[in-house]
């Protein structure tokens, strides 16, 4: 079926001598016809000569990092398929013709393997949640179209290969290949296979913590290339937010006296009032250029002729996981229901806060009034979440609820902040805590809906 199809298996390395030549043989077997290439990234071990021992195309690129890797891998090969897959053996090889036969059934631009654990050492501690993080992160803001971003097995088109820029330079070019399907509304599928550990002896490249944070920080980089609006209307928000706190005391003075004895505060509320106004200028100008560059990398996408499409009824109907598609289409229906359940939730628990902590402050003072006052709060939008807004996750009650204050504390800093700033700024919210609550509650919210949706609520996949 793939005989007349130049197929390309790419394989990144760096000290993969344990596993590399199974990884190539493993992948000879199940597509004779490919040709294999490994890229070595500077190993210091015998990954070289182990690849080459079994016949594999030995490439090399000295830049560090696996974005460096793949922007040489995608430069120099070409192919009508391209096979990505790590070289840690941790990806069931025989699963190789399914996705190929996949990409040609629709034609798909990208058919990504989403990773089914089989061992307890797949996933390394911290792994996962970061994965469903940064995944739910990017779904978010980009579409929810690709499941398990990071995942490291991957069958592209030559015109998806062709097209993609290419600009992270390590762990983070999943991020860019994701994004980069999602801007340009590339045909997408899914498959799930099997993820198992690591052989003895060999050791994950990717640092938890260090990688982690250089893919959040390429989100948010890309959210300000590719959503330029969205990036400078929240710092205009957030700035408005600001210079309306700095200025509320100084016009309530005004009100009660006449005077305006603050002066520095009241211009400095108004120069923050004009960064606001100047980061929406920007955002509108960099919105047309984002869209110019769109446009021109669409263009450069359909200079590539589409892939070979082979109509194949049995991929389409069970390679793509049902579950992903009843998830696609329930994600977008359901999340504007999901925010407006989550902000009536919000507003309970708004009066349940405001109303205990102004029944406790005068016989126990606006702090301790609300060290009682928030956890009560919690625990009833928790049970109104759980019932209403989300529905009940695949956890037991009480790890339900454990992660929900877990998820809660994320917006605890801004909720208890901004409460404490108005306290101690604003006389009127001393007397009336009802309106410092108020503000720590509108602070906390957007994180909390974000985290209860990714973190508390998630339900379990079927496979």
């Not at 998806?160 to 762990?171: D, E, M, N, Q, R």
Request: charged share 15%.
């Amino acid at each position: 079926m793939f005989n007349q199809l130049k197929i390309a298996v790419l394989i990144p390395c760096h000290n993969e001598e344990v596993s590399i030549a199974k990884v190539v043989s493993d992948f000879r077997q199940v597509l004779p016809d490919a040709a294999i290439y490994v890229f070595d990234n500077n190993s210091s071990d015998n990954t070289v000569s182990a690849a080459r021992s079994t016949g594999a195309m030995v490439r090399h690129e000295t830049q560090q990092g696996k974005g460096h890797v793949v922007r040489r891998m995608f430069r120099d090969i070409d192919a009508d398929f391209y096979l990505m897959v790590d070289g840690d053996d941790t990806y069931d090889a025989s699963l190789a013709p399914e996705m190929i036969k996949l990409a040609m059934s629709g034609p798909y631009d990208l058919v990504n393997c989403i990773r089914r654990e089989t061992g307890d050492a797949a996933y390394r501690g911290g792994h996962r949640f970061g994965n469903q993080l940064l995944t739910g992160v990017v779904r978010q803001i980009f579409g929810n179209r690709i499941l398990d971003m990071l995942s490291g097995y991957k069958v592209f088109s030559r015109r998806f290969v062709k097209s993609f820029p290419a600009l992270s330079t390590g762990f983070d070019i999943e991020t860019e290949l994701t994004v980069h399907t999602l801007e340009l509304s590339m045909p997408a599928a899914h498959i799930s296979g099997e993820y198992r550990g690591r052989a003895e002896g060999s050791e994950s490249k990717l640092r938890t913590y260090r990688d982690g944070w250089r893919i959040l920080m390429l989100i948010i980089r890309l959210v300000r290339h590719e959503r330029p609006m969205v990036f400078f209307g929240v710092l205009a928000g957030l700035l408005v937010a600001l210079a309306l706190l700095l200025i509320w005391p100084v016009i309530a003075t005004y009100l009660d006296t006449g005077l305006v004895p603050r002066f520095p505060t009241a211009f400095l509320a108004m120069g923050i009032m004009l960064l606001a106004s100047l980061s929406v200028f920007t955002g509108t100008i960099l919105d047309t250029v984002t869209r110019g560059r769109k446009e021109l990398r669409m263009l450069t996408y359909l200079q590539y002729p589409p892939p070979v499409f082979v109509p194949n009824a049995f991929a389409d109907s069970a390679a793509i996981l049902s579950a992903d598609k009843t998830a696609l289409s329930a994600g977008n229906d359901d999340l504007l229901g999901q925010m407006w359940r989550f902000g009536l939730v919000g507003v309970v628990g708004y009066i349940v806060n405001a109303g205990l902590v102004e029944l406790l402050v005068l016989n126990m003072g606006p702090l301790r009034a609300q060290m009682l006052a928030f956890p009560a709060a919690v625990t009833v939008t928790w049970w109104l979440n759980r019932r209403f807004t989300f529905g009940a996750s695949h956890h037991a009650m009480h790890h339900e609820w454990l992660r929900y204050v877990l998820a809660n504390m994320l917006g605890w800093s801004a909720n208890n902040g901004a409460y404490l700033w108005m306290i101690f700024s604003v006389p009127l919210a001393y007397q009336h805590p009802a309106l410092a609550v108020a503000v720590g509650s509108l602070a906390g919210m957007v994180l909390n809906f974000s985290a209860s949706r990714l973190i508390v609520f998630k339900k379990t996949r079927q496979a």
